[in-house]
């Protein structure tokens, strides 16, 4: 299927090929999943496309995950971050160091509710690129499978 956020799609063979080579560096995985009919669900629209503008002069890569081929796995950071995973989440994966960082959006699509969302996107990060949001790590960490 085409990539319908314009982004690499991380899958268990690109995955190698999507991580930063600076071991500091993280990878942003927008997760999401076309709807019925082919159509993009509006958070993972508007984030995807907040996080390509916002990583376009860093060292950060952004990818998008399929929930639905990779749904125990990003369970597993959900779980881990005590966070909902829904269309549009974020998880900012440092494979190498074995930590990771969540966002969720809100998950509405009023017209208030995406400038919010850029809003939060931004916020969130500025705070992930400045160090201080909590990491969360986990020694069993591992590129998608299947």
Known sequence: P???VALPELTALTASKLLPSDKSQMT???VGDLKDGGS???PV???SAKLKELCIRGPQSVAFVSHDKYESWL????ELAGCRLIQGSVIAVN???KY???FTPINTCSNSSLVNLQDRVTLWFERLCEGSLPRFG???LEYPTG
Do not use: D, M, Q, Y
Request: no cysteine; proline share 8%; net charge positive.
């Open 2 to 4: 085409p990539n319908f």
């Open 28 to 30: 942003l995985l927008v």
């Open 40 to 42: 993009v669900p509006l």
């Open 45 to 47: 629209r508007v984030v």
């Open 75 to 78: 369970f597993l950071f959900a």
């Open 95 to 97: 494979f190498n160091k």
């Open 100 to 102: 990771f960082n969540f």
């Open 138 to 140: 986990h020694g069993e």
